[in-house]
């Protein structure tokens, strides 16, 4: 047997030793390692986000047809490494003029009755928008849209792939390039991979007719508990 | 004349060899490492290790050059691989080279791995080469996905997402693994940091001293037959260059030969 340690150790330089090593150990681990990770000490431990928590405008509710949705693109703030902190040191400086942002496409449709052969059946869309919106919406009529409105991500909830709407024949569905998900008009999953339905935002509608989104997605509300995470 | 300038330069090779064997040991060295007795049927299938090392060395090589152009940040990383395809000299062929060599780095490995499998070369007291080169293919794998999201184009991002959406399914940690890709909990400039710095310097400085352990444990077991059978073929060519090398010190005695007799009399 290979033996390394030619002279005996005693218990007390063992142990010694051992507190030693650990006290060295931590020196030099724990700095690079929160380092390294903190991003993930931000988000998971901290529950700090990267994206400005401010409602934004997605689009009037009139622009959203019956039995077919409309996208509309959203660009969130981010504040990620360098791209906020610099420009709140240096307005002025030419380091970083850019604003950082995400861009996300937003599905927006009504929600529609699913027959159940699949097809669609009536489209809630509610009837007082025929004659176009009446600026400003009571509360009863707020109420009513933000009940029938689906207001969808675009990032598959297989693997974040974006999806889009296709229609062939007369029926519509979103499908995904990627994997091969496809939802229904009301974001429910249809078939293909994904474990659940599209992730849907935390969404308002105001009195001036339009639809104000956060980035804040649905967690639950499906097959299984799944963030959307890359958005 | 020729033939003179010939033999004199010939003279001073043996000479600087001589001179660095006796103070390095380096011909020594060189021939454990560069003589390996294989049978003489299916020789070439043998070089696939040294065509996954020629491709990684290619992969270093070329990479190192891109980085005199790539500027790893989200608003001059697609345009400064524009300069590089479109204005660099000879870009096209550095950043092909990096593309089309990753590719067949992983073909060589997959056929480097079967060649090992179905001839058993993983077997006693081979195991641990075979564990060390499993952690090689991880860290390659890991090169080519972080490598892929450099580009910052549309195929490089989509395919990162997706990637990083993976990791998200991991049992109980899948926050933890995306948050830490991401460098944050969205896409963005720091996302790229992150995979420039892992796949520019964590995974290739990981890379080489694992290269290193397979060879040391390539050439400690040899690639062919038992361990015994291959010492054994070791101590013959070592005993046949012995009597070479004695007959010619008979030939032209009375001239000094230090460096290989001193090998010789060491062994």
Redesign the interface.
């Known amino acids: 047997m290979a033996e390394l340690q030619k002279d005996p150790i005693t218990r007390k330089d063992l142990l010694g030793l051992g507190v030693l090593g650990a006290v060295v150990g931590a020196i030099l681990t724990i700095p690079p390692a929160a380092f ?2 903190g ?2 000490i ?3 431990v901290l529950g700090e ?3 400005s928590n401010d409602w934004f405008r997605a689009g009037s509710i009139e622009e959203v047809p019956a039995k077919e949705p409309q996208v509309f693109e959203v660009e969130f703030p ?1 504040d ?4 906020g902190d610099v420009q709140k040191a240096g307005p002025q400086t030419q380091r970083s003029q ?1 604003e ?1 942002a ?1 861009k996300n496409a937003i599905w927006v449709s009504w929600k529609t009755e699913i027959l159940p052969d699949g097809s669609y059946g009536e489209s809630l869309r509610p009837a007082f928008l025929s004659g176009g919106v009446n600026e400003p919406l009571n509360q009863e009529q707020i109420q009513e849209v933000q009940e029938t409105l689906n207001v969808l991500s675009n990032s598959c909830a ?5 999806v889009r709407w296709f229609e062939a024949e007369g029926v519509g569905e979103f499908r995904c390039p ?1 994997h091969g998900g496809i939802y229904n008009i009301n974001g429910s999953l249809v078939s293909g991979p994904p474990p659940r339905g599209m992730y849907s935002y935390t969404s308002e509608v105001r009195e001036d007719g339009n639809i104000y989104v956060k980035h804040e997605f649905d967690v639950g509300g499906g097959l299984n508990e ?2 959307p ?3 | 004349m020729i033939g003179r300038i010939g033999s004199r330069a010939l003279e001073t090779g043996k000479f600087i060899s001589d001179w660095m064997e006796h103070r390095s040991g380096i011909v020594t060295m060189l021939e454990h490492f560069l003589y390996e007795p294989v049978p003489k049927r299916g020789a070439w299938i043998y070089t696939l290790g040294s065509a996954a090392l020629f491709t990684i060395t290619l992969q270093f090589l070329t990479g190192i050059l891109l980085l005199f152009y790539y500027v790893p940040t ?2 001059h990383a697609w345009g400064s691989i524009y300069y590089i395809m479109n204005e660099a000299y000879f870009g096209t062929m550095i950043r092909g080279i990096h593309y089309w060599s990753a590719n067949f780095l992983l073909v060589v490995i997959g056929l480097h791995m079967a060649q090992v499998f179905f001839s058993g070369g993983y077997k006693a007291p081979r195991e641990l080469n075979w564990v060390v080169g499993v952690i090689l293919l991880l860290l390659v794998i890991v090169l080519a996905f972080t490598g892929y999201l450099l580009r910052w184009d549309q195929d490089g991002f ?1 395919a990162s ?2 990637g ?3 990791g ?2 991991s049992p109980f940690v899948g ?2 693994v ?3 890709l ?9 996302t790229l ?1 992150r995979f420039f710095a892992i796949h520019v310097w964590l995974l290739p400085a990981a890379l080489a001293p694992f290269i290193g352990i397979h060879l040391y444990l390539l050439r400690r077991h040899g690639v062919f037959g038992s361990e015994f059978e291959y010492t054994n073929r070791l101590a013959k060519l070592h005993e046949r260059q012995r009597l070479e090398e004695f007959e010619r010190y008979e030939e032209d005695e009375g001239e000094r030969y230090v460096g290989r007799r001193d090998r010789a009399d060491r062994e």
């Open positions: 390294v990770l991003p993930v931000r988000t998971d986000t990267n994206v981010i990620q490494a360098y791209a850019n950082f995400v297989h693997l974040g792939c974006p990627c799944q963030a995470f890359v958005i | 989200t608003d989509w997402v997706v990083i959406k993976i998200s399914y926050a933890q995306t948050h830490f991401l460098g944050g909990d969205v896409i963005g400039p720091a940091s």
